[in-house]
């Protein structure tokens, strides 16, 4: 699958330069984008509330500063980053508006935060709601963004395209614990896609949202 990350950052420095600054990623899974982003900015710091994401993300890069950590409960001093990005982070938060505060409390005066976010209009979106309902989360992560009180410089729809070696890899990634409803969601997303479904790659379009916002 897109595995490398290299079009969020490239989205990104369209509008918001990461050359020369310190960043802070929010979320940064098992480091699919932090290797990217790691090669445009002057220091990048990488958290995740998992620990085994962490240690996964360490495997690719011991170059990376990776640490277990929430967004919900920063630990470093006021004024500390220049760059702050969640990149499909934000709407995993418990509360995504006490995330957006803490980042804006380490974030210097001129600095910019970069919020990346699924939408629910999209061909990826079609298939992934089938095992993994996430469009409530999605909303609740819009709505604390547009009422964080904090500028929003831009807002951009941008795509995506997510490849997959075939079918099986997608499934693979998407497993139900009910093996029946599993059996259910694969048969509806096969109808879905008709004789796309069985393409080697299989690449799914994405359309999510890029929010710049800053004090």
Known sequence: MNK??????KKIEQF?????KKVL???CGNGRVSIFLNKRAK???SIDCNPESIKKAKE??????????????LEFKENSFDVIVFIFSLHHHNDPGKAISEAFKVLNEKGKVVIIEPTTHSEFY???HLFK?????YLKAICAIKSSGFCIEKEVNF????EYKNKEEFFNGFRLNNRKEQKKAIIRATKLLGQKIYSCPLILREEPAMFILSK
């Not at 918001?16 to 020369?20: A, I, N, P």
């Open 4 to 9: 490398e990350g290299k079009t969020e950052v």
């Open 16 to 20: 918001v330069s990461l050359k020369g």
């Open 25 to 27: 990623e929010i979320g």
């Open 43 to 45: 220091k990048l710091i």
């Open 60 to 73: 690719k890069s011991w170059k990376i500063d990776f640490r277990v950590g929430s967004g919900e409960n």
């Open 126 to 128: 079609s298939l992934m």
């Open 133 to 137: 309902e996430e469009s409530q989360d």
């Open 159 to 162: 795509f995506i395209d997510w």
